[in-house]
């Protein structure tokens, strides 16, 4: 089964409102991360947030962390058409150096 | 510079042919995965490479799955006797050193089985 688990799976929204995308997992973590990826390409790495992390920021990009509820959250504030994409979360345990990635968002952000 | 280059970008075979998929990984990169994601899906791990170390080979679904990684750098997907399920896309990241990092990810092979 999947570790970590994107929600909602598919987001419509307008050019200029937030797009809140939401990442819940079963076990404990040492990092999570968030990719991007645009149709037909690979994925962009976003950002990493280690577990003794609550929120971290990157231009427009807001995440934030509560290990007790074992989820992540990735808020895109005034958002674009070139945010149109596909959002992963990925998630390590324990001493693996593998991240395990979720299904992902799709947002779409209509002009 | 150069990012993570995989090739071909497409590829169209008659199922039980045998297909090589290539990755060459950012220079001076030791850590090198495979992953294979289907429609829609997540990205699946098939196989991780660190330096010179044993590959993690735990994701490789079937034993006609196979890699390798020549002189720590280009590294080639084999899939033999191709299966419709086969039919995904495949994609190859690395990263800088042992330990989660950052990935940085090739645009990937899509896989086409008839």
């Known amino acids: 089964s999947q570790q970590g688990e994107e929600d909602p799976q598919a987001l419509s929204i307008q050019e200029g409102e937030n797009a809140t995308m939401n990442c819940s997992y079963k076990?404990?973590?040492?990092?999570l991360q968030w990719y991007r990826q645009n149709s037909g390409r690979g994925l962009v790495h976003l950002i990493l947030i280690r577990s003794n992390e609550r929120e971290k920021h990157s231009g427009r990009l807001r995440v934030t962390l509560d290990t007790s509820k074992k989820s992540s959250s990735l808020l895109i504030t005034a958002s674009r058409a070139a945010d149109t994409a596909s959002y992963f979360c990925?998630?390590?345990?324990?001493?693996?150096?593998?991240?395990?990635f979720g299904r992902g968002t799709s947002l779409i952000v209509h002009p | 510079g150069a990012g993570v280059s995989q090739s071909p970008s497409n590829k169209v075979t008659e199922k039980g042919k045998d297909v090589e998929l290539r990755c060459d990984p950012i220079s001076g990169h030791t850590a090198l995965y495979w992953y294979r994601q289907s429609l829609g899906q997540g990205l699946e791990f098939l196989i991780y490479?660190?330096?010179?170390?044993?590959?993690?080979k735990s994701g490789l679904p079937s034993d006609r799955f196979s890699a390798e990684r020549t002189g720590g750098s280009v590294s080639t997907l084999t899939i033999q006797r191709t299966q419709q399920e086969d039919s995904a896309v495949y994609l190859c990241?690395?990263?800088?050193?042992?330990?989660?990092?950052?990935?940085?990810f090739g645009d990937g092979t899509r896989l086409s089985i008839l």
């Open positions: 076990t404990s973590i040492n990092n």
């Open positions: 490479f660190q330096g010179n170390s044993a590959p993690d």
């Open positions: 990925a998630t390590d345990v324990g001493g693996s150096y593998i991240p395990t």
């Open positions: 990241a690395s990263s800088t050193r042992q330990g989660v990092q950052p990935q940085h």
